[in-house]
C-alpha cells in the first residue's frame, strides 16, 4: 500500500542548530514530493517540491530537502534554525496515478529554543 | 494575487446541527480541493472539482457531507447533521489545474481553514 511517514512528532532543537525532519514513502514508483509547513491558525504554505529532476530540491526560508531513492526518503533540513520555523512540518506525496490527490503525513512540530 | 479565501475562520454548532463552509479559490484555478484536518493528523482529501464537476470524492462521508461548486469557481461545503467527531480544520484549495498539466500547474495553495467545533 502507498503511504507517507514522517518519524518524530515533535522536535526540539536550539536557535543555530541543524534542522532535520524526516520523511519517508513507500510506493514502487517514486513519487512527487512536497513540504509544507502550517502555522499557528493558518493554512498550508508550500516550502518545496520534488518533480523528479535535481534530487536536491532548495525551498524558502533557507529549508532544502534530498530525495533518496534507495532509502525512500525525502528529509527536510536547515542548517541554522531561527525561532521564526517553529511551527508544524507536513510531508505529503502524490502517488503515480491518484491524479492531483497529495497523501500527508502526520506532521511534525518544529520547536525552536534558544 | 489573492490567494484561496475561506469563510468562516472559525464556528461553533452543537451536534445534530448544520453548518456550512465557503472556499473562492485562486482566479483561473480550475481544480478545487476540500480537506479535513484532525487535530494531530495530516489532511485528509474530502473531495476534489475540476471545473464544476467532481473528480474523487470516495473519502467523502456522503450521509452527511455534501459540496458543491457551482459555475466552476466558489464551492460550499456543508455537514448536515453534524457528529462530534466532525470537529476538525476544514482546508480549501486550489490549483491551476488536476494533474494533467505536470507539477508546476497542479501544486496546491491552501487557503486558511475554517475551524470547526461540534459540542
Known amino acids: 500500500a502507498q503511504s507517507v511517514t514522517q518519524l518524530g512528532s515533535h522536535v526540539s532543537v536550539s536557535e543555530g542548530a541543524l534542522v532535520l525532519l524526516r520523511c519517508n514513502y513507500s510506493s514502487s514508483v517514486p513519487p512527487y514530493l512536497f513540504w509544507y509547513v502550517q502555522y499557528p491558525n493558518q493554512g498550508l504554505q508550500l516550502l518545496l517540491k520534488?518533480?523528479?529532476?535535481?534530487?536536491l530540491v532548495k525551498g524558502i526560508n533557507g529549508f532544502e530537502a534530498e530525495f533518496k531513492k534507495s532509502e525512500t526518503s525525502f528529509h527536510l533540513t536547515k542548517p541554522s534554525a531561527h525561532m521564526s520555523d517553529a511551527a508544524e512540518y507536513f510531508c505529503?506525496?502524490?502517488?503515480?496515478?491518484?491524479?492531483?490527490?497529495?497523501?500527508f503525513g502526520t506532521g511534525t512540530q518544529l520547536k525552536v529554543e534558544l | 494575487e489573492a490567494g484561496v479565501a475561506q469563510s468562516p475562520r472559525y464556528k461553533i454548532i452543537e451536534k445534530r446541527q448544520s453548518v456550512a463552509f465557503w472556499c473562492n479559490p485562486i482566479?483561473?484555478?480550475?481544480?478545487l480541493y476540500w480537506y479535513q484536518q484532525i487535530l494531530g493528523q495530516g489532511p485528509k482529501l474530502l473531495i476534489q472539482f475540476q471545473n464544476n464537476g467532481v473528480v474523487d470524492d470516495s473519502q467523502l462521508p456522503k450521509d452527511r457531507f455534501s459540496a458543491e461548486r457551482l459555475k466552476g469557481v466558489d464551492s460550499t461545503l456543508k455537514i448536515q447533521p453534524a457528529k462530534l467527531e466532525d470537529s476538525a480544520v476544514y482546508l480549501c484549495a486550489s490549483s491551476l489545474l488536476g494533474g494533467s498539466g505536470g507539477v508546476g500547474t497542479d501544486t496546491q495553495y491552501f487557503g486558511p481553514g475554517t475551524r470547526l467545533t461540534v459540542l
Open positions: 520534488y518533480t523528479s529532476a535535481a534530487t
Open positions: 505529503a506525496v502524490r502517488f503515480t496515478g491518484g491524479g492531483n490527490k497529495l497523501t
Open positions: 482566479s483561473g484555478h480550475a481544480t
